[in-house]
Nanobody, 122 residues
Framework: QVQLVESGGGLVQAGGSLRLSCAAS????????MGWYRQAPGKQRELVAR???????NYADSVKDRFTISRDIAKNTVYLRMNSLKPEDTAVYYC????????????????WGQGTQVTVSS
């Protein structure tokens, strides 16, 4: 059974930093892409940042130059370094992953983590 376990959320003052981690566990052959989405109260879930197994990244315009996504392929783990945090970054952050399962990675499935709260005070 595949699980995505997130950590690193919390409360921080505006201008501060946090690092989120998401580790995928289970019978994983490899990952095609992993990323972070967020959902603020009353708003739709939105993409924050995403990285492929090959290292290609994309970011929401609102976080470019402030957030950095990275991955550890051997650990099936993705990180999100968040600098210069703003109150509008307050949201529940969800890890998402496109994982290849099976002995030869023949099965591609999408998974979500349980979410971690990030609160930025002004």
């Amino acid at each position: 059974q595949v699980q995505l376990v997130e950590s690193g959320g919390g409360l921080v003052q505006a201008g501060g930093s946090l690092r989120l981690s998401c580790a995928a566990s289970g019978s994983i052959f490899s990952f095609d892409a992993m990323g972070w989405y967020r959902q603020a109260p009353g708003k739709q879930r939105e993409l924050v940042a995403r990285i492929t197994g090959g290292g290609t990244t994309n970011y929401a315009d609102s976080v470019k130059d402030r957030f950095t996504i990275s991955r550890d392929i051997a650990k099936n783990t993705v990180y999100l370094r968040m600098n210069s945090l703003k109150p509008e970054d307050t949201a529940v952050y969800y890890c998402n992953a496109d994982l290849r399962l099976g002995r030869s990675g023949q099965t591609l499935s999408n998974y979500w983590g349980q979410g971690t709260q990030v609160t930025v005070s002004s």
